[in-house]
């Protein structure tokens, strides 16, 4: 049972760290919760509670930022509420897009504010500065995602060897 228990920790926090590129996937929450499997797998592997409380806490907050980063790159750079919803809109559609393959992630947002701020009646400059907002937004976002879920995956490494020695 502990074998299982292990095997399905760390394929969560691998599971994580794929959903910091998928959006289909909650990155930061899934990482966590094979670091509190793997923390209630067996005493040996246990895990300071304040340490998983601080963890758990900044996995929340990445997950939040994450959804709300594209817009707010996107207002940051001039844009509408168009802007915004086309960016969060352009990010499903980007996912379920499957003949762009990833680079429908990478694409949609970016697309999804253009044709949002062109919608509003924004200038093409306005719109691309814009669309250029909501893809630095989602890349943050991004970026934040995969470094937690890193320090997880390393965090239950650690508690794994010392659990073994």
Request: aromatic share 14%.
């Amino acid at each position: 049972m502990e074998l299982f228990l292990l095997i399905l920790a760390f394929l969560l926090i691998f599971l994580g760290i794929a959903g910091a590129i998928l959006p289909v996937l909650p990155g930061p929450p899934v990482a966590y919760a094979g670091l509190l499997v793997l923390h209630f797998t067996a005493p040996e592997y246990a895990i300071s509670i304040a340490f998983l409380i601080v963890l758990g806490v900044i996995s929340l907050v990445i997950t939040l930022l994450d959804y709300i980063m594209p817009a707010m790159g996107t207002k940051y750079f001039g844009g509408s509420k168009y802007g915004s919803w086309g960016s969060t809109i352009g990010l499903v559609v980007g996912v379920f897009t499957s003949w762009l393959g990833p680079w429908g992630i990478l694409i949609g947002p970016f697309l999804g504010a253009l044709i949002g701020e062109l919608i509003y009646g924004q200038t093409a400059e306005n719109a691309l500065k814009s669309a250029v907002g909501s893809f630095l937004g989602f890349l943050g976002g991004t970026f934040m995602k995969l470094m937690i879920g890193i320090i997880i995956l390393f965090v239950a490494i650690f508690y794994l060897i010392k659990g073994l020695l």
